[in-house]
């Protein structure tokens, strides 16, 4: 089990509720991109650590979003007051670090807001 | 800023079937170019990817793609496809400084 681990790997929960998704890296590896897939939409980037540092911010759609990284290693999304637009598969990725470092995913976590 | 752009969204053909999808980005400087897989309920992994040197790039599966600067372009091939290519491809790009950028996806489906 070296992979990118991401948990749970579905989730529903109602509108304007709280949820923390979990992604658990590649031993090593010390860049970690979390971006969300919706249906017919590609792979909208949200959020880039190096180390416990997130360089990039860009992408969160909205001050609902937060993540956070802890130790070099586990990172939690975690999103506030849930809508139905929050709706999609959350996706994590691993490299090594480096712009040219391919990235390792994990299975996502598929997140329903009802 | 960077993008990447692919132009299918949905490919259907035949099994033996020549296959090539386009994948096009803008940025003016050095980039690395990535072509992702995502098989049906399986997570996304990486086909191949070009860094520097010989512009064809062959990868897993009997995948190959082709980096020609001067089009920005990084189009995936295989001369000839299986029904277990079904999947979902993605185009990718990243720079130094800059984001990894994937496009939008293309979605292929093999008949037997």
């Known amino acids: 089990g070296a992979g990118v681990s991401q948990s749970p790997s579905n989730k529903v929960t109602e509108k304007g509720k709280d949820v923390e998704l979990r992604c658990d890296p590649i031993?090593?590896?010390?860049?970690l991109y979390w971006y969300r897939q919706s249906l017919g939409q590609g792979l909208e980037f949200l959020i880039y650590?190096?180390?416990?540092?997130?360089?990039?911010k860009s992408g969160l759609p909205s001050d609902r979003f937060s993540a956070e990284r802890t130790g070099g290693s586990v990172s939690t999304l975690t999103i506030q007051r849930t809508q139905q637009e929050d709706s999609a598969v959350y996706l994590c990725?691993?490299?090594?670090?480096?712009?040219?470092?391919?990235?390792?995913f994990g299975d996502g976590t598929r997140l329903s807001i009802l | 800023a960077q993008s990447v752009s692919q132009h299918n969204h949905h490919v259907i053909l035949s099994e033996a079937a020549s296959l090539e999808l386009g994948c096009n980005y803008s940025?003016?400087?050095?980039?690395?170019l990535f072509w992702y897989v995502q098989y049906p309920g399986q997570h996304l992994q990486l086909l191949l990817k070009y860094f520097s040197g010989d512009p064809l790039v062959k990868g897993i599966k009997g995948f190959e793609a082709e980096f020609i600067k001067s089009k920005f372009s990084f189009n995936l091939r295989k001369p000839s496809v299986q029904w277990s290519d079904t999947a979902e491809y993605f185009c990718a790009v990243t720079s130094k400084g800059g984001k990894f950028q994937f496009g939008a996806g293309t979605q292929v489906v093999v008949t037997p």
């Open positions: 031993s090593g590896h010390t860049a």
């Open positions: 940025y003016g400087g050095t980039v690395n």
């Open positions: 990725a691993s490299s090594l670090g480096g712009y040219n470092q391919p990235q390792h």
């Open positions: 650590f190096q180390g416990n540092s997130a360089p990039d």
